[in-house]
């Protein structure tokens, strides 16, 4: 599907969904989910009102933590939360599965894809349960990080 078509079953599910719930189908709700799914990788609440700022489109931020919980429940967005960080947010429409590295140095979030991981999960059955998604994150330190650190190890040795 491409990014267009994507967007475009968002919306639609998106209005399907606020249809059912006699939500308000506001211009600005429209440009939080559109400008959602411009966004390629993981975003705060905070980059996400920045975005729609530079994009000239003013909107509180109440009204964007509002509409993204909207867009969880109606199953476009998920939130994540990696060890200490602020909650990271990302589109899952037209995203297969993928599981995430998290640095715990620097915060970088990378995504993994491990078919290993899928075939181990469909495998296992759960009685009287059927799973809908897995989040699977691995923590450790990014090879930048560990550059620096043995960087800073190295000068220290040194200054001795």
Same mark, same amino acid.
């Given at each position: 599907?491409?990014?267009?078509?994507? *967007?475009?079953?968002?919306?639609?599910?998106?209005?399907?969904?606020?249809?059912?719930?006699?939500?308000?189908?506001?211009?600005?709700?429209?440009?939080?989910?559109?400008?959602?799914?411009?966004?390629?990788?993981?975003?705060?609440?905070?980059?996400?009102?920045?975005?729609?700022?530079?994009?000239?489109?003013?909107?509180?931020?109440?009204?964007?933590? #509002?509409?993204?919980?909207?867009?969880?429940?109606?199953?476009?967005?998920?939130?994540?939360?990696?060890?200490?960080?602020?909650?990271?947010?990302?589109?899952?429409? #037209?995203?297969?599965?993928?599981?995430?590295?998290?640095?715990?140095?620097?915060?970088?979030?990378?995504?993994i894809?491990?078919?290993?991981?899928?075939?181990?999960?469909?495998?296992?059955?759960?009685a009287g349960?059927?799973?809908?998604?897995?989040?699977? #994150?691995?923590?450790?330190?990014?090879?930048?990080?560990?550059?620096?650190?043995?960087? *800073?190890?190295? #000068?220290?040795?040194?200054?001795?």
């Amino acid at each position: 599907m491409t990014d267009e078509k994507a *967007k475009a079953a968002a919306a639609t599910a998106f209005t399907q969904y606020m249809t059912s719930r006699k939500l308000r189908k506001t211009p600005e709700r429209y440009a939080i989910l559109a400008k959602v799914f411009e966004t390629a990788s993981h975003f705060s609440i905070d980059t996400l009102h920045s975005l729609l700022e530079n994009d000239g489109y003013h909107v509180s931020r109440a009204t964007v933590y #509002n509409t993204i919980e909207l867009l969880i429940d109606a199953g476009l967005v998920r939130r994540h939360t990696f060890g200490s960080q602020s909650p990271q947010y990302e589109k899952i429409a #037209n995203v297969s599965r993928h599981y995430h590295i998290v640095c715990t140095t620097c915060g970088k979030v990378k995504e993994i894809k491990e078919p290993e991981i899928d075939e181990i999960l469909a495998s296992r059955h759960f009685a009287g349960f059927h799973p809908a998604y897995a989040d699977l #994150n691995v923590y450790g330190t990014c090879a930048a990080c560990m550059r620096r650190l043995r960087s *800073k190890k190295k #000068n220290t040795v040194r200054k001795k």
